[in-house]
């Protein structure tokens, strides 16, 4: 009868119970008192403080004994933070790199350490001091020091034994590192795990007569790593461990080779191991080895061998105790859908998948705050559970624990913490069966059950078209002119595919309304239908034209002189530079009434010809860009003395003294983009002048609208708006040497004269705007102010989407600002850089030295590159495909101004042209040496 007496003692003395929280405090503050020298005192009294201390000992069972065995850091991690605890135990496990010994000591020398940090995290994180994600990213990152020290201790072992033949004996772990997956990857991290490693080895590192054994070595490598992670029966674990491999009894599955990895993952019936390792990050070891080991993998994984539908499917319908598990799995199917495309989505936390999901339009926003906030919740629950019992559980069942689990999460009664559980895996499951489901599923309940077949209209529309029933008249209307023209035949003989190609363009109902007023403008003299017939050479460049350009080449179907550009043969006449296209198609005289109206018109339709000779792929994007921005400054030019002809003879005489500039610095003078203006006058120029000003802003707003407006800018000037907008000479260099911000100074230095009165003020004005590099402010002051407010922008003006060209960093406007602080660095010993074209300017310090070709030509490059993109959004109006989704042909056009074959290789190109921007800003602006650009800047 003892038996059960005893039993039921034991379980007593195991019971969790809240009574016994106040005298075990009281225990915790003398052994506090004892270990630090004296009791902290009011520090520990806050009421706050005193009620986590009474949750932690009336409520865990483990971290209580924790607090215990080390008041030390439960104090410091309750006063200080979690931090100082965090830093010492780090510092103590680098001491541990050379311990020897077997699994035994690597337990017993790395378990004080583990228990120290568990104090302190969970303390923080109970005191609301750590969010989760902070807690989860801080055992993620002292489990892999844990990890890296374990393996360096063990393979050292066996080398110092013979065991294993290294090279460099310094260098022992190459070619040999550690792979995780699932929660250590992700940084979802639970106090005591499961650690989902494998150990992996290249076999070629190991020569000499034990290459053979290596095999078996770690294979005990791997068991000893096990008993050292999950210690002895009746011991608290560091971790619990898992590997995708094998069972892991006797270390099967722990460590195996790369070749044999591969092989495995290669072959059929591998979809779990693909699953597993799509999604891993090397943690320990020879990073160098695993990086080209997990690009490997994703060439496997992605490209050659993608993981079944099957599999997918099993995944996602996968059952298990853990609160966490729908989420988990969420997270997971949105990794093997997206990650192949987006690699942000393959080692990323749950919560950050949800969010980045959300923002790329996958799970509706509110759909990713429920499962943020029920991920969390399910963590504290499993994280608060785990500390409590110390070992990897998942689920609860004693009462007596329930009721702590309760308590600790912050619910009265374990019943109300089971069901906002229960509630938030119900909606994870919900959400995971919509994505796994797709919108398919429920757009066929919006369908009519009765009617299997549907209208040409509905068709239409399906292709992308607005109004079908509106299109439909359309295209009878031609069918009726084409079989005028061409005979009894349907309109879809005369041109087959039309409507598809026109749908797969990024403005279909533009194009169809270009191309019907195209055929009342060609009327009779042209045969419009020839241009879009079967095997036409015209025929892709008209609809790409019409249905992405469609803004900027209507003027083409306005006239039927202007048309007659649509029906020229092009070759090797068609102009290929800016400087071709305007000596062909020069601005008119700024003379007489319509001067003005004129110059309008030339704009315009010069714009037309250039857009739609790029569309049919006649004139390359380059010239296109060089030719729009002379375009831009002949007008600025031409409308300049068209105002001044124009004005009353006050204002004319006034204008006589001004010359007129214009900044380089924000990039190429393209559609959309705003014109920063300035005046510079040779005496004060008075009222007169000021009028003449606003007069010829006026001019600039009349000269189009849409894509053709010209967006005057004049507010960097002397005092602001509340200056005047034309100084005179005096205070314009004041205003360069006291008032310009660094922004406007680089602006300044790459300002340019287009226009003036007469010789005298422009020259006076040239050398005003030269003078602003001479000395008017130390560089490397300016500099340091210059990346402040650069650093302030992109906080404040975040980019939207990768596309956001102008705001992403290493984009279009960073590469301008490379640009011109080279051109202020040099521009006084090499004033010929302030009128050159960014191109020749990067040449000519090239050539003298002053940074290497290698700088030059990538700086040249990307803003090339970074101009041609800008110029198809401008032309299309596109903004990103977050607000307007590419389709097939517009992106083929966006992949030639890119240079690439294909759009999805676009955001690639981005991301690289951006990097390269970025380490040539670092180093040219910020003055930090750059191991991946050959470039310096002298003096």
Known sequence: MAAPTTQAARTAADKIDPARAPAALERWRRAVADALGGDPGAPLDRPDRRLLMLRVFGATRRLAELCMTHPDAAATALI????????EAARDMTALDRGVGGPDALHAALAPLKNRVDVAIAIAEMSGEWSVANATAARVDFAERMVETGLRWLVRAAVKRGELSVEDPENFLRGVFVVAGSDFAHEDLSPF???????????????????????????????????????????????????PLGSGVGGAGYADSIARVKATASGPQADALKMWLGAARVVAGDRTAGGAFLEEMEQIVWSDNPIAMEALRSFVAQKDTDPRGAFRRVAGLCRLA??????????????????????????????????????????????????????????????????ALALLCGFCEY??????????????ANTLRRLAAGPQQEISLYRNGETEKEGDADKLEDLGFLNGQSLSEAVDNWARRAEARLGGKRFSAHAPGLLTDFGETQHPNDA????????????????????????????????????????????????????????????????????????????????GKTALADLAAWRRELMARIAYNVATGATGFDAAVEAFEQIHIHTLTNAFDITREAAPAAEKKAGGGIALHVFESDGPHLPGAATHVGFIAREEAGDDGEAFAKRYLHALNELGEGVFAITPDVTHRPCGLAGPMVPDLKAFKGYVQSEAVAHEQIMLARGRVIAAGDDKVEEAARDALRSVVAGARRADILFRDLDRARAQRMRRERASSDWDIDRLEGGRTDVELVISTLIYKHASAHPFVQDATPTEAL???????????????????????????????????????????????????????????????VRPMMRGYADEVTRSYAQIVLGRPCMNIASHAAG
Not at 543 to 564: C, H, I, N, Q, R
């Open 80 to 87: 200080d933070g979690a931090s100082p605890v965090l830093a």
């Open 512 to 591: 169809v309304r270009l191309f019907d007023q195209l055929l009342e403008t060609a009327g009779e003299k042209h045969d419009v239908f020839a241009l879009v017939g079967d095997g036409a050479a015209a025929r892709n460049g008209l609809v790409d034209a019409f249905g992405s350009f469609g803004a900027v080449v209507e003027p083409l179907t306005k006239s039927p002189e202007l048309a007659e550009t649509l029906f020229e043969q092009t070759g090797a006449e068609t102009p290929q530079s800016g400087k071709e296209w305007l000596g062909r198609f020069t601005p008119p005289a700024p003379k």
């Open 193 to 243: 795990g499961p650690l989902d490693i494998i150990v992996l080895y290249d076999e070629k590192a190991f020569g000499g007569p034990t290459a053979r054994g290596a095999d078996r070595i770690f294979v005990r490598i791997g068991a000893e790593l096990r008993e050292a992670f999950e210690g002895k029966p009746g011991e608290y674990p560091l971790y619990g461990l898992r590997t």
């Open 843 to 905: 040449d000519a310090m090239a050539r003298s030295g002053l940074i290497s070709e290698e700088t030059a030509q990538s700086l040249s490059s990307a803003r090339q590159f970074w101009s041609r993109l800008q110029l198809a959004r401008a032309l299309s109006g596109w903004s990103d495909p977050l607000k307007s989704p590419v389709r097939r042909r517009f992106g083929g056009l966006i992949a030639r101004a890119a240079g690439v074959q294909k759009f999805e290789q």
């Open 415 to 428: 019943q109300d913490l089971e069901a906002a559980l229960n509630g938030a895996r119900v909606d994870a």
């Open 338 to 403: 997206i990650g192949g495309l987006r690699p942000v989505f393959r080692t990323a936390s749950a919560r950050e998948i949800f969010d980045t999901a959300a923002n790329s339009r996958t799970l509706s926003k509110d759909a990713a705050r429920r499962l943020i906030a029920g991920e969390e919740l399910a963590h504290i629950a499993v994280s608060r559970l785990q500390i409590m019992k110390g070992a990897a559980v998942t689920s609860v069942e004693r009462e007596d624990e329930q009721n």
